[in-house]
């Protein structure tokens, strides 16, 4: 009985590292996740989920770490780190299939978000906009660019949406 419990322990394992990857598609859950990835996680928890092949990047103040299908291909999704914990996590470059839980997609019209999420807070980035939804725990974001969705956040409260 032990064997088998071992055997399919070890099948377990390996199945979880065999779908580990940095992510093709995504769903923002909000206040809960994104891509599969909660606040408060660990690195290693992030990378069980999306495997071990990140960026980091060089010229951000907090720890950022970038997970990309392509390597030097800025499509994919990243999460920033304080004190070892995920305080954001977000997507990069409005990569294709990423959703929320309520099917808005990424590429589709402000309008679209508007009607989906209507009352959420619009707050002016850096050449972007940002639409939240804050909570207790958490802001869900929706990242606007040129009158389209571009991408996604899922930021601790108290943090800038802006990423």
């Not at 402000?110 to 619009?122: K, N, S």
């Amino acid at each position: 009985m032990r064997t088998i419990a071992t055997i399919a322990a070890a099948f377990l394992a390996s199945a979880v590292a065999a779908s580990a990857g940095p992510p093709d598609r995504g769903v923002l859950v909000p206040g809960v996740s994104l891509g599969g990835v909660g606040l408060g996680w660990t690195r290693a928890q992030v990378e069980a989920v999306w495997g071990r092949a990140e960026g980091r990047c060089r010229s951000c103040r907090r720890e950022t770490l970038y997970f990309n299908r392509y390597a030097f291909r800025p499509q994919g999704a990243g999460v920033e780190l304080v004190r070892g914990r995920v305080a954001a996590v977000f997507t990069l470059w409005a990569p294709p299939g990423w959703s929320t839980a309520q099917g808005l997609r990424i590429g589709e019209p402000l309008l679209r978000l508007e009607a989906t999420y209507p009352g959420w807070q619009h707050v002016r980035c850096s050449g972007y906009a940002a639409y939240a939804l804050t909570g207790a725990k958490a802001s869900s974001v929706v990242y606007v660019s040129d009158g389209e969705v571009w991408g996604f956040g899922l930021v601790r409260s108290g943090r800038s949406i802006c990423i």
